[in-house]
Each structure stands twice: as structure tokens, then as C-alpha cells.
């Protein structure tokens, strides 16, 4: 059983251009959401996928979206990068039942950082 | 909205000593609780979840809806109990998780 992998562990980009961010989801887990962690704060929920749709999102402006796949990977894009982009990127998968979504796996993350 | 407060962020204790995390929220419904972990070049990890009332690694926490906290507690901490520890919250009707800041904990011999 593989945990989740996310890709590229680090990045830098300049301000303006585009991202894009990849996770495989652990073996099993039908649902993906995205975190972004600024330095010192706790992770902020962005969006969730299941289903290859977008079921929940967090407070976080259009230019974040993003894409599940039928075997249940995901990306993250974010368009117009600003310097508060600058963060870790965590994605996590769970399974989702009839109960709800059960617990949370996480990634290592992705760094990004804005120029 | 919900939100989840960590006051401290940085607790240091002696190994053996007692260790409390604190973590409050604000929710008027009926929240699911949780403490991740975070060690040294490790990625965050699950903790404990207040719905399975166990013990993990000899920390307990108990869900005190009237003070609305969810306290994190050891007896005894080991040196390797250093680690950045997050309190978070799941609504009673979403799927996301709202964490905390975090508390760093340092446990010195």
C-alpha cells in the first residue's frame, strides 16, 4: 500500500505565471483535498475532490482550481501567482463513505515559492 | 464561522514532566476534533480523534463542549514527543478540516 505522493517537492516561479501541482492519492482513498500551509500557520483548506468534482472549497479566489482523475489523482493549479502564494502545498486523500469523509492522509507537500 | 485556537506556540518541558496542549474552538454545532502531528522531517500525521476515545502513544484528549475544548495531555513527556502538534476541527456537515497554528513542542532531557 503506497501513501501519497505529491509533485515537484519544490519549486520557484515569478509573480504572474502559472502552476501546476500533482498528487496521487493512497491506494483505496476515493476523495482528494487541498491544503496551503504559509509559513507558521496552520494548514488552510482550499477545495476537496471526490468524484472527479469539486465538493467543497474553502476561501480561496478562482485562480486556485483544480482536477481529479478517474484513478482518483488530482492537481492543483493556480493561475496569476502573487507573492503570498509562497507556501506549502499539502494534499491529502481519505476514503468517503456513507458516514462522511473518514480521515485525512497527507502528503509531504509541495513548496512553492513566489519571486 | 468555526475557528480553532492554539494560545501557545512554542511550550517547553522537562522529560517526565506533565504536558497539556491546549486547543479551544468556536462551533455551534457538533464538531468532530482532531490532533495531528508533525515530527522532525516528517509529514503531518494523525494523532487522535475525539470519536475513538483512545489512547495514542500515552496522549488522551477529551471533547469538553461546555468549555469547547479539546485539550491534548500526556502524563509523562518522552523527548521524542518534540514535534509541532495541530488541533482541527471537521463541521458536523463538511468534509474540511479547519486547523489551528499549532503548538511547537519541545520536551528537554
Known amino acids: 500500500e503506497t501513501g501519497v505522493t505529491q509533485s515537484p517537492t519544490h519549486l520557484i516561479k515569478t509573480r504572474g505565471q502559472q502552476v501546476t501541482l500533482r498528487c496521487s492519492s493512497q491506494?483505496?482513498?476515493?476523495?482528494v483535498s487541498w491544503y496551503q500551509q504559509a509559513l507558521g500557520q496552520g494548514p488552510q483548506f482550499i477545495f476537496q475532490?471526490?468524484?472527479?468534482?469539486?465538493?467543497g472549497r474553502g476561501n480561496f479566489p478562482p485562480r486556485f482550481s483544480g482536477l481529479q482523475f478517474p484513478n482518483y489523482s488530482s492537481e492543483l493549479n493556480v493561475n496569476a501567482l502573487e507573492l503570498d502564494d509562497s507556501a506549502l502545498y499539502l494534499c491529502?486523500?481519505?476514503?468517503?463513505?456513507?458516514?462522511?469523509?473518514?480521515?485525512?492522509?497527507f502528503g509531504a507537500g509541495s513548496r512553492l515559492t513566489v519571486l | 464561522a468555526q475557528r480553532v485556537t492554539q494560545p501557545e506556540k512554542l511550550l517547553s518541558v522537562f522529560k517526565g514532566a506533565p504536558v497539556e496542549l491546549k486547543c479551544n474552538y468556536s462551533y455551534s454545532g457538533s464538531p468532530e476534533l482532531f490532533w495531528y502531528v508533525q515530527y522532525s522531517r516528517q509529514r503531518l500525521q494523525l494523532l487522535l480523534r475525539?470519536?475513538s476515545r483512545e489512547s495514542i502513544k500515552g496522549f488522551t484528549a477529551d471533547l469538553n463542549k461546555g468549555e469547547t475544548s479539546f485539550h491534548l495531555k500526556k502524563p509523562f513527556a518522552q523527548e521524542e514527543d518534540s514535534a509541532m502538534y495541530y488541533c482541527?476541527?471537521?463541521?458536523?456537515?463538511?468534509?474540511?478540516?479547519?486547523f489551528g497554528k499549532g503548538t511547537s513542542l519541545l520536551v528537554t532531557p
Open positions: 491529502a486523500s481519505s476514503s468517503t463513505g456513507a458516514s462522511g469523509a473518514n480521515v485525512l492522509t
Open positions: 475532490y471526490y468524484r472527479e468534482e469539486e465538493n
Open positions: 475525539h470519536i
Open positions: 482541527a476541527l471537521r463541521r458536523d456537515s463538511g468534509y474540511a478540516l479547519n
Open positions: 491506494s483505496g482513498h476515493n476523495t
